[in-house]
């Protein structure tokens, strides 16, 4: 049986970062936040009032691999921010393959009568969810 450990999925780009917290056991997230970032570097005191908030015991960083499973130049990146929310809040950060998760979720919206575009903060925060979702999928394996 899964843990209760609460969680915050990071669904890590370079302008935007999606945010969405959940319970391990339930298995599902919840789309929080979408971070204006600047070459990946998010403003840290709203990640510090969203940490404040929700009290994560695990973050979740996505890593944005490219669909041969090889690494994308973000992928240093999003390592790097996933060090600074360990070194800042003292919990452990896993990386997560997301691959499609965006994708998936423009295909969403889109099923939805919505056209996502760059001021679509829905994308960003559903492919968070996403990144939840197959982490605690794959840990309940």
């Known amino acids: 049986m899964p843990e209760s450990r609460s969680l915050m999925a990071f669904d890590f ?9 959940g319970q391990e056991m339930l298995g599902y ?29 695990l973050f979740l960083v996505g890593l944005p691999l490219n669909m041969d499973g090889t690494e994308t130049w973000l992928c240093h990146l999003a390592r790097k921010f996933a060090r600074r ?10 990386m997560v393959d997301e691959r499609l998760t965006t994708h998936e979720a423009k295909q969403e919206s889109l099923a939805q009568g919505r056209v996502p575009d760059h001021a679509d903060e829905g994308v960003d925060r559903r492919a968070a969810e996403l990144i939840l979702e197959t982490w605690c999928a794959s840990a309940s394996d």
Not at 29 to 38: D, N, P, Q, V, Y
Not at 85 to 94: D, I, K, M, Q, V
């Open 13 to 21: 780009g370079e302008k935007w970062i999606g945010v969405a917290v």
């Open 85 to 94: 929310l360990e070194g800042r809040y003292h919990r452990p950060a896993t």
């Open 29 to 57: 997230g919840s789309g929080k936040a979408r971070l204006k970032a600047r070459d990946g570097i998010p403003d840290w005191n709203q990640v510090a009032e969203l940490v404040e908030d929700w009290q994560p015991d």
